[in-house]
């Protein structure tokens, strides 16, 4: 607006430091007030959010108080809402899909960071991040006409087979399952645990790898123990973001799953999830502490992925800053 | 070279074979998708399925018209309602704020963000759907709108950081207020950034399904106007590959193959702006 | 600067353009079992009224009483009858009643998939009780393979297939199971969502039908049109009279001729295990849901126009799809009570 004859003698953004009539006539206070509201906005929202999980299922709340995490019936006509089996299953699938994914995932980010020439790796990572594009519904429906068949005809038979002594591998071949949900969920969390690992392994200082190498450790052992524990809390940190994902994913899961809430030491037998379960019943919920009670289940999980993501962004952003690079989460 | 020494090396060599079998099978995913959707569904997408309303159940030749326009409606108000909010919030985080304000503000955007969708859907429901008594396209855009907050905020606070300093100097040196110098000097300057910030969230968010099972519910019509309920592409993907009829699920593969087309098309052309400097326009 | 203001213009005029309310839009929500009736009628009745559009989503029948009495849709449907808390809720909530208006006649047939077997199978009371029950756990098990000399059962595990969500096609087949089995009753109980002791749980019919049709040795239970569009074999049950009966247009007729006599006024009837030689036991009558009172007189009068057409017109298309007619005694005492609609 008004451009001044006179030289401002400070120079540089000095916030607060001209009068507020003169920050006015500007329009630099307006600026700053709408920006605000915009910002405030984001904090209300949220707020709100939290606020409405925690109304939303003050009924249920109060009626089971802490018995709602470990009752397992879950029966709309005598009104009895346990929780036990979605929090059972949502961890198992999350548990078998880290059991797949963090090894894959890790030993591909090696190769990327350590193996690969630059340009290889950035093509690989370009695929990579573009796997993490691929919306739930899509691997849902892969699950369902590729996995759950591959599942029912020759995984799970095989594994009875071979290993169906262990309780983890009985009952019937039904295809879908917590296993089944886990193998999806471990595909759609494999990106993740990838880019965040090679580029919290590509901020190790250069100087750790060569000091191995210089006293005679091969590519690997340099790799593996030195490079690799350097940025640990970093690979950490992506497994608790993968994790969080997994937890919280709806579509996929509930299409693999079997959706029946059972509570089963056996990796074949079908079972349920926290956010599949809500998206199959919410709609249809009759009876107040029905709804309340998959507003819990929201709640619970809303607070599981809450801690998980901020462990996982402090991990990543200590390891980036140990490294020369700039954390960029 | 001692015996042990061969097996460290041989150890060495296998195990970092073995990495990169590991980063093969982890992009072959990708491949093996895009082909099974391109192979099943590669020959529904025709003309039927972007002109033709659903047919009734049972009953073949039907599209996908109204779904794919309900989800552009949906995108289209959640990328209307979610940018601004991201956008001028970080340029309040980014210029002007303190650093309690930002802290809180980013620790509320970071909650957002690790919110499962699902979730949202809930939320969603609780403010739009139940008190206007009404599943509608506003409810479906509302919910995504709320998932494109926090990512475009916290990219485009990051690249409007990365302006160097000595660019603000100079405007303010020139006489410029601070917010004309955000207006025509930062912004501009971390445009690539911010474009790709949200044309990456707009990706992200034209995938989901959750949040739309309990605000858009669906329709076998075209929906009229921006108040009642929508059909929407990712949920006709989700109830069509669930049935048992052989012609939806060719549809539903042909929906899948065109969203995750038109999901990679925007990623890409997001990425390319960001790193190689595609010539964008500028204002 | 210019050419964000020029998009925010062409943005507000494709606005403009798609918010023209060009026609009338009812929302429906409800029961899978009926759907693809329903999507047939509304499909045919916007033809014919091209400024009415009904748009029903199939949710599953609980969705169908709970939105409904949330006001969230316009009308509802449902297989299994609204009870008297679900209405006294509804009447508590709005200040005024819900009235359920039978639209047709349908059946939940035991459908299956074993390797090899194409026959049709016979079921008794009992052995549709034990599978669900999970006390017949294989398909050559003496409950079943009695009725069905003849037939080389296999000695696969049976995977049972129920609905996952509220459902008006559980509740007919646990109002149907309560009455055959006591076991059942006092175990499980009759509902649209139940506690099941065994199985796979899909959702909606569609969703049963196409998990019954994926996975082997599966057995679950479907609405009769969704066992016959998608060609998977389902079996005879024997009714009270002691007879195997299969559903079909006749059976389930049958089945309803009783009720239709001494049909109450609030049209709530279950016709399951019905008296009659040819009757079909696991037959049923499904409503849909219209509120007494209408704040929307367009709306009010849309809906009612469409009732009429369904009990007149609309009863023409429902023997292609295997849904019965309505008794005519039904037909003539529903128009009564549709002038009760304000």
Request: proline share 5%; hydrophobic share 50%; glycine share 10%.
């Amino acid at each position: 607006m008004a451009t001044t004859t006179t030289i401002v003698p400070s120079a540089g953004p000095v916030a607060g430091s001209r009068s507020f009539l003169s920050r006015l006539r500007e329009g630099d206070e307006i600026a700053r007030m709408i920006t605000f509201l915009f910002a405030a906005s984001v904090v209300l929202v949220t707020v709100l959010l939290v606020f409405e999980l925690w109304q939303g299922s003050v009924l249920a709340r109060h009626k089971f108080g802490f018995n709602f995490f470990h009752t397992s019936v879950w029966d709309p006509i005598f009104e009895q809402f346990g929780a036990l089996p979605f929090i059972y299953g949502t961890l198992v699938t999350a548990a078998v899909a880290l059991l797949i994914a963090v090894p894959l995932g890790i030993g591909a980010a090696i190769f990327l960071a350590e193996l690969a020439p630059a340009r290889v790796s950035d093509t690989l990572e370009f695929f990579i991040d573009l796997l993490a594009a691929v919306p739930s519904v899509i691997y849902g429906v892969l699950g369902v006409f590729i996995v759950v068949p591959l599942m029912r005809q020759y995984v799970q038979p095989a594994l009875k087979h071979s290993l169906g002594f262990l309780p983890l591998f009985q009952g019937p071949a039904y295809g879908v399952g917590f296993l089944t949900a886990g193998i999806v969920l471990a595909i759609m969390v494999i990106p993740y645990i990838i880019s965040v690992s090679r580029e919290v392994l590509l901020s190790v200082p250069r100087d750790q790898r060569e000091a191995a190498l210089s006293l005679g450790a091969t590519r690997w052992e340099s790799t593996w123990k030195v490079v690799v524990p350097f940025a640990r809390a970093g690979i950490f940190g992506s497994i608790f973001l993968a994790l969080a994902r997994a937890l919280g994913e709806t579509m996929a899961v509930t299409m693999v799953i079997g959706n029946t809430p059972t509570i089963s030491a056996s990796l074949l037998s079908p079972g349920y999830s926290i956010a599949a379960v809500i998206a199959n019943e919410f709609t249809e919920a009759t009876g107040e502490l029905h709804t309340q009670s998959l507003i819990e289940l929201g709640l619970v999980l809303f607070l599981l992925t809450f801690l998980l993501n901020g462990f996982a962004r402090l991990l990543i952003v200590t390891t980036s800053r140990r490294g020369s690079g700039m954390g960029n989460v | 070279m001692s015996p042990r020494l061969r097996w460290r090396k041989f150890v060495s060599g296998f195990m970092l074979t073995m990495t990169g079998v590991c980063a093969l099978v982890a992009v072959s995913v990708l491949f093996l998708i895009l082909g099974y959707l391109a192979i099943h569904g590669g020959a529904s997408v025709n003309w039927n399925f972007f002109t033709k309303l659903p047919v009734p159940v049972g009953e073949t030749g039907g599209g996908m018209a109204n779904a794919i326009l309900g989800s552009a409606k949906m995108l289209l108000l959640a990328t209307l309602f979610g940018v601004p909010i991201g956008f001028f919030g970080a340029i309040y985080l980014a210029e002007f704020s303190g650093s309690t304000t930002a802290f809180f503000v980013r620790y509320a955007a970071d909650l957002l963000n690790g919110v499962p969708s699902i979730v949202i859907g809930i939320f969603a429901y609780g403010l739009v759907v139940h008190p206007f008594k009404q599943y509608s396209t506003l409810a479906g855009g509302f919910a995504l709108g709320l998932m494109m907050i926090p990512i475009t905020l916290r990219s485009t606070e990051e690249f409007l950081r990365g302006v160097p300093n000595p660019l603000r100097e100079a405007a303010m040196a020139l006489g410029a207020s601070k917010w004309k110098t955000i207006a025509t000097v930062i912004v501009p300057a971390a445009y690539r950034g911010i474009l790709t910030a949200i044309l990456l969230a707009f990706a992200r968010v034209a995938g989901e399904t959750a949040p739309l099972l309990f605000t858009a519910l669906g329709n076998q019509f075209w929906s009229p106007g921006w108040t009642h309920p929508t059909a929407s592409l990712p949920v006709m993907i989700y109830t069509y590959a669930l049935a048992p009829y052989d012609d939806w699920h060719r549809q539903a593969w042909a929906a899948g193959l065109v969203l995750l087309v038109l999901i990679l098309v925007i990623n890409i052309v997001a990425r390319a702006i960001l790193s190689r400097g595609i010539a964008v326009p500028r204002s | 600067m210019k050419r964000i203001a020029g998009m925010l213009l062409v943005v507000l005029a494709v606005a403009g353009v798609l918010w023209a309310d060009s026609a009338l839009s009812i929302t429906g929500a409800g029961a899978t079992f009926p759907y693809p009736m329903y999507s047939k009628w509304f499909d045919e009745y916007h033809k014919k009224n091209s400024n009415l559009e009904i748009n029903y989503q199939s949710i599953g029948s609980g969705g169908g009483i709970k939105q409904v009495t949330e006001g969230t849709v316009d009308f509802g449907a449902t297989d299994g009858p609204m009870n008297d808390d679900q209405l006294k809720a509804y009447q508590d909530k709005h200040g005024f009643g819900i009235l359920h208006f039978p639209t047709v006649l349908g059946a939940d047939v035991p459908a299956y998939n074993i390797p090899g077997i194409t026959a049709e199978l016979n079921f008794t009371q009992d052995a549709i009780a034990g599978i669900f029950l999970g006390k017949i756990t294989k398909w050559n098990d003496p409950a079943i393979s009695g009725p069905n000399k003849g037939v080389n059962l296999p000695a696969n595990e049976i995977v049972v297939v129920h609905r996952s969500e509220g459902s008006g096609t559980t509740y007919i087949w646990t109002d149907y199971l309560s009455k055959v089995s006591e076991e059942w009753k006092t175990k499980v109980g009759k509902g649209a969502s139940v506690n099941w002791p065994v199985g796979l749980g899909a959702k909606g019919n569609e969703s049963v039908a196409g998990t019954i049709k994926n996975t082997p040795n599966s057995f679950g239970y479907v609405e009769l049109i969704y066992a016959i569009q998608n060609n998977m074999p389902y079996g005879r049950v024997r009714n009270s009279s002691g007879v195997f009966v299969k559903a079909d247009l006749a059976s389930v007729t049958a089945a309803a001729a009783g009720a239709s006599k001494n049909m109450p006024d609030d049209f709530r009837v279950s016709i399951t295990d019905a008296p009659g030689k040819t009757a079909y036991p696991i037959s049923s009558f499904t409503w849909l849901l219209v509120p007494a009172k209408f704040s929307d007189a367009t709306k009010r009068d849309a809906i009612k126009g469409f009732v009429k057409w369904m009990l007149a017109d609309g009863q023409n298309y429902t023997e292609a799809l295997s849904y019965a007619k309505l008794p005519k005694e039904v037909v003539v005492k529903e128009l009564k009570a549709l002038n009760s609609v304000q």
